[in-house]
């Protein structure tokens, strides 16, 4: 605040000073003693801008003395507004007195282009003096050193000269003939010269006080400030002459189109200024664009000062100029009724700049005559411009000040508060392992002793009672996992992993994951993969499945007849240029009304309370299956009508690794008949056997005297598909392959092979490959017994710390004919590695005195590399397993552990590995 009070007190003494300086420069002079002057007249002649202008003969001036249409000249200066014509202007003079007199006679305009002063002495009929001046004449030969074009004359004692002055000036024409004393026209300009100093030192100030300040905050806002009104100040110094005085001299060309190139730099800088004070590239992007459009007129227009004479040019300006200055005041006004408290300053900066500049652009065009407030108005409304534009960017500081101590408050508090939230998410993440760890560990006694028991000959009634345990332990698990995949997706601490994946593995595993629910409920699952999608893709496999399963689990849970369908297929191109997998699963079953799709994405929601009680549920499958798509860079959409069924589709971009085409040559350009009644179970069969290759024919029956003799092989899909009368009698047909429901292959024709529903995408291929090239199959290896005696010989070490856990992994390991060794805690374990062989450890990473981590970490130090090391822990989060391998662990197993899995593991250490590729009946030799 302190620099406003010095601008304001610069103000006003510049304020008091003009008016004074004004009346001065405009008050005609009372006379010059011993000088009588005759009227004045005035006439312009046509002439061509940049004409040369040769010396004039004596002739000629009295020729155009004579003939002209004079008129008689007002006091004071004249104004014929912008013209091309030469104007010219005569008087008679007389020196009545008995001393020579000396002269100065000033034009009171800087802008004259040229102006020339004809001395005749009618009694001699000649020229007797001829002085030119004018911005086309360098300072340094002015016959007067002032800035505006003057002229002396020396009049002797008695004697009469008529005096004729002719002048041109793109910039308007402005003509005096102020006639004056040498002595009183020097010390004239001696106060004229020190106002016009106190004005252009206070602009200097402003300007480098402000460019300062740029430098010091770095808003570009400033430094178009400086721009302006240096624009300004510049106009002013060539506007009052002293440009060519101080600053050019020697260059008349300059001189002469210094204000010509100032104007449209004017018209650049003033509404680019104006937009970036505003901030109307984010607030209003017309009036942005409007004004943008008048800064690149100031630009062509300076060009074209190259092209068009400036004497057709500074009209243009003049009027750009006028239209640049209202359209800025008018969005101000704009700007000001929206709430923007600076613009207040910004509108009355330009509204004083407007009437300075209005008032002398009607005196240039000649509407109003030139007057004190015509010619300084344009200084006073500069001055106050500039001072009220460094009020409004004082405001716009303290603004900014205000803005930025609020911005930084409310970092702060986003700060508290983001600590605050990664420090529940920490309690939240530490509560859900924990709680995970507690409720896994109990839940492993439970489920794995229910699955023990399902592997035990029991009697009806207790074994379906086990089948209940086991069934309702699996739902709660579900239930678990679901919540806590929500809680990590949540919290962010789901990861994508994207690895290369082979689209029909990835589609087997899931249907194997249903075979049995589709046999026992009779719903066909039918899969249908469109040859377009590539054999390999990048994609994260284990949330792709999960996604999968999620919406067939509820496929099957909501479909009591009909048919479940899973489809993959590429959708249109991405915006980026990538291609989208399309994975869509529909049901036949119950389907949803309007208002229950719209609950349907919510978290713990199903789409009707009475489905909780009918299908159960936790409500979170499809939330989940959404934020991973959604993970992943896919989306999830879905329709459905009540009754008939529901579609859901995901949407996902993938990365293709590299072309390789599904077909298989084995099968490539054989042809295939298809027969079932269902179009849509033999159209998902069709879509396959393309994938690999084959021509395929559809049809939806198959008459016993049907011609057959061009198919390679005949596909029956259905499970009433080959049961027709005659097939059997059939001579020299084609192989046959039904596919349905495994009762079917009781009553099927002998020749017909089959292969039970669900059908997998790789059992039906080798199974078409080996009817129809038999030679190219290898041989299936045959399936590994659930336990494999030679196992009795692995070394096994069990460290688990809980006595019901050691028990059912016990157990467990004793149903694969392993007999382990059991430790309660990490270091006996390392204890025991150390002092006798071991093959496995099952290491459990939760246990007292030294954990699964850190004892593996000691095992793998002592030189035990060899060891294979089975992490078991209820931490399912991908943290915990990663955490895990990278201390040394070689696999990992989620508690509860059940046999299936357990098998699984230990099958694919490495001591089983050469276990069973030894020709060995053994591992070790006894002892």
């Known amino acids: 605040m302190g620099a406003t009070r010095v601008w304001r007190g610069v103000v006003t003494l510049l304020l008091l000073w003009i008016p004074l300086y004004a009346g001065a420069d405009h008050q005609q002079p009372l006379g010059v003693p011993g000088l009588q002057q005759a009227p004045r007249y005035s006439h312009c002649f046509p002439s061509e801008p940049g004409s040369d202008h040769t010396p004039i003969k004596y002739t000629q001036v009295q020729h155009q003395l004579h003939t002209a249409p004079w008129q008689p000249a007002v006091q004071g200066p004249l104004n014929h507004g912008f013209t091309t014509r030469e104007c010219w202007v005569h008087t008679r003079l007389r020196n009545t007195g008995d001393a020579p007199l000396a002269l100065v006679i000033s034009t009171d305009y800087a802008l004259l282009d040229w ?30 050193p002032n800035q505006n074009p003057s002229f002396l004359l020396r009049l002797p004692a008695g004697a009469e000269r008529l005096v004729v002055w002719r002048a ?85 060309e300059f001189s002469r189109l210094a204000m010509a190139g100032l104007l449209p730099v004017a018209i650049f800088f003033g509404p680019w200024f104006t937009r970036t004070f505003l901030g109307l590239g984010f607030l209003n992007l017309k009036d942005n664009l409007l004004l943008g459009g008048i800064s690149a007129l100031g630009v062509i227009m300076l060009l074209a000062l190259g092209l068009v004479d400036h004497y057709y040019l500074v009209p243009v300006y003049t009027v750009l100029i006028q239209c640049m200055v209202l359209l800025i005041a008018v969005i101000s006004i704009r700007r000001l009724r929206a709430g923007d408290r600076s613009a207040l ?54 603004m900014l000040k205000l803005e930025g101590q609020k911005a930084k408050n409310d970092q702060i508090r986003a700060e508290f508060e983001a600590s605050k939230a990664r420090e529940l998410s920490q309690t939240k993440s530490e509560f859900l392992a924990t709680m995970s760890h507690e409720i896994r560990t109990p839940m492993n006694g439970v489920l794995a002793m229910a699955d023990l028991l399902r592997h035990t000959r029991l009697a009806p009634e207790p074994a379906s009672y086990v089948d209940t345990i086991f069934q309702s332990t699996k739902s709660l698990l579900t239930v678990i996992n679901d919540i806590l ?29 249903f075979s049995v629910q589709s046999r026992q409920s009779h719903l066909p699952l039918v899969i249908s993969v469109d040859p377009a999608v590539p054999a390999t893709l990048f994609l994260d ?29 590429l959708q249109e191109a991405t915006p980026g240029g990538g291609s989208l997998l399309a994975i869509a699963v529909e049901d036949t079953g119950i389907g949803m009304s309007e208002q229950e799709q719209r609950r349907l994405f919510q978290a713990f929601a199903q789409a009707d309370r009475s489905i909780v009680r009918r299908y159960g549920g936790s409500g979170l499958g499809l939330i989940i299956c959404k934020k991973l798509a959604e993970l992943m860079g896919g989306d999830i959409a879905m329709s459905s009508r009540e009754g008939e069924g529901t579609r859901f589709v995901v949407s996902l971009p993938f990365t293709q690794i590299h072309w390789h085409s599904p077909q298989v040559a084995e099968l490539k350009g054989r042809r295939a008949l298809l027969v079932g009644a269902d179009g849509e179970v033999r159209r998902g069969y069709e ?37 027709g009368e005659g097939i059997e009698r059939w001579s020299g047909a084609p192989p046959m392959l039904q596919l349905g429901d495994p009762a079917v292959a009781g009553h099927k024709p002998a020749q017909v092979n089959s292969l039970p529903a669900p059908v997998t995408m790789k059992m039906l291929r080798e199974e078409v490959i080996r009817l129809l090239a038999p030679g190219r199959v290898k041989a299936a290896s045959p399936l590994r017994a659930p336990a494999d005696r030679r196992w009795q010989a692995l070394r096994l070490l069990v460290a688990e710390d809980n006595p019901v856990n050691q028990l059912v992994v016990q157990r467990l390991l ?46 793998r130090q002592a030189g035990l590399n060899e060891v294979w090391i089975i992490g078991l822990s209820a931490k399912a989060a991908s943290d915990e397993v990663q955490s895990a391998m990278d201390c040394g662990m070689n696999d990992y197993l989620t508690k509860p552990v059940m046999l299936h899995q357990l098998r699984e593991a230990i099958g694919r250490s490495a001591p089983v590995v050469q276990l069973e590729s030894s020709s060995s009946p053994i591992l070790h030799s006894p002892g």
């Open 115 to 144: 102006v020339e002063m004809l001395v005749l002495d009618p009694n001699a009929e000649r020229i007797v003096e001829r002085q030119r001046t004018g911005l086309s004449v360098p300072y340094s030969q002015w016959p007067v």
């Open 168 to 252: 041109q000036s793109a910039y308007g024409m402005q003509l005096n003939t102020r006639i004056s004393s040498e002595s009183d026209f020097y010390s004239r300009q001696e106060m004229m010269l020190g106002i016009h100093s106190l004005f252009f030192g206070a602009m200097l100030v402003m300007v480098v006080y402000n460019l300062f300040v740029f430098f010091a905050v770095r808003e570009k806002v400033y430094l178009l400030y400086v721009f302006w009104s240096g624009t300004m100040t510049l106009f002013q110094l060539v506007y009052w002459g002293f440009g060519q005085r101080f600053v050019w001299p020697h260059s008349d």
């Open 345 to 398: 300053y910004f509108l009355l900066a330009w509204v004083c700049f407007i009437l300075g500049v209005s008032l002398m652009a009607m005196s240039k065009f000649g509407v109003l005559p030139v007057s004190l407030w015509t010619e300084h108005m344009v200084e006073l409304g500069t001055t106050l411009e500039v001072v009220l534009l460094s009020l409004a960017l004082a405001e716009r500081i303290k």
């Open 485 to 513: 995949d929500y809680t990590r997706i949540e919290s962010g601490k789901m990861e994508i992993d994207p690895v290369p994946v082979t689209v029909e593995s990835l589609v087997d595993e899931c249907v194997m994951l």
């Open 541 to 569: 496999p284990v949330r792709v499945k999960q996604i999968i399963n999620n919406l067939l689990g509820n496929a099957f849970k909501f479909t009591e007849q009909g048919q479940v369908t899973l489809n993959l297929f």
């Open 687 to 723: 879509c396959l056997l393309q994938r690999w290759g084959l021509q395929v024919e559809g049809v939806s029956g198959l008459e016993p005297d049907a011609d057959t003799a061009q198919q390679d092989i005949i596909v029956f899909c259905g499970v009433d598909a080959c049961a």
């Open 814 to 859: 004793q149903k694969l004919n392993v007999t382990p060794e059991m430790v309660d805690n990490g270091r006996q374990a390392l204890d025991y590695a150390r002092q006798h062989p071991v093959d496995i450890i099952l290491m459990d990473c939760d246990m007292p005195v030294m954990d699964g981590c850190r004892a593996t970490t000691a095992i």
